[in-house]
């Protein structure tokens, strides 16, 4: 039986030392085919996860369950003690866990800083349309506070230069950082990347780890990352999850899955 907080919520911090996100034996099957069996992965509060191995190993798959995008055959998902299996990739997200994904999703017709702004809209600007009718100083006061906590994380993200330009007019490694700003503007428990260095230089690569090093220490929050740059990886987290064939083959350290010979037959190889 799963803990659930009395108001069903994942807001409560968890225990201590108890992980913030687990997934536990995700099975999923598409018609006759298991595209994950018995897939068990664990981050604890402010650590860095990596999610690696071939094509096809089911690591998309997972990274969609655990968001919520996709329901497992069977499993559960369990995000600060709360069983949240049943919610919402909306629900997930409300309550703590932000995602981006492999290919970009910035609203290319809105600025820099209206799309980080748009992660925010969701909590309402209080006092219903009276409110906006009157220009209530309550709903002035709430928009200074998002504006103010967009210009601090769009410098962080090192995106404030650019900020009045259409996010579709900017460079890939521009446009990364504009998604990763808005996952992180409504201040994240966990944080998914999928792929956040597809399509970077070399350089963009290093200041976007550097960044999301700096948004877990700064947030608090945990990282989850499905990444193909092993060097990336090794680099980045505190511990990595290898899968094949849709199992997890190893767990452990950087330098413990480097050495681990079922993966360096299936995947460093």
């Known amino acids: 039986m799963s803990t659930t907080s009395p108001a069903g919520t994942a807001d409560a911090a968890p225990p201590r030392g108890a992980p913030i996100l687990q997934a536990r034996g995700i099975n999923v099957r598409f018609g006759g085919v298991a595209a994950l069996t018995d897939a068990d992965i664990q981050v604890a509060p402010g650590e860095i996860v990596g999610l690696i191995g071939p094509n096809g190993a089911g690591k998309t798959t997972l990274f969609d369950v655990v968001s919520g995008i996709r329901t497992p055959t069977s499993g559960s998902i369990v995000l600060n003690g709360v069983d949240i299996t049943s919610r919402s990739a909306t629900w997930r997200s409300r309550n703590g866990m932000r995602r981006t994904f492999q290919r970009q999703q910035t609203f290319g017709w809105l600025s820099v800083e209206e799309n980080v702004l748009t992660a925010l809209e ?4 209080g006092g219903g349309l009276l409110a906006d009718l009157v220009a209530a100083p309550s709903r002035r006061r709430r928009e200074q506070e998002r504006r103010l906590r967009s210009r601090e994380v769009m410098e962080t993200c090192g995106i404030t230069d650019v900020k009045d330009e259409p996010a579709g007019k900017l460079p890939i490694g ?16 966990v944080l998914l990347l999928d792929e956040p260095t597809s399509g970077l230089e070399e350089t963009e690569t290093h200041n976007l780890g550097e960044t999301v090093r700096r948004v877990r220490d700064d947030e608090g929050c945990s990282v989850v990352l499905v990444e193909h740059d092993v060097a ?24 413990e899955v480097r050495s681990n010979p079922a993966v360096r037959a299936a995947y460093l190889g």
């Not at 969701?122 to 600007?125: A, L, M, S, V």
């Open 174 to 189: 521009r446009a990364r950082m504009v998604e990763l700003a808005r996952a992180i503007v409504d201040r994240p428990k």
């Open 232 to 255: 990336f990886v090794m680099a980045m987290c505190d511990r990595i999850v290898v899968l094949n064939l849709g199992q997890v083959i190893a767990t452990g350290s950087p330098d």
């Open 122 to 125: 969701w909590h309402g600007g």
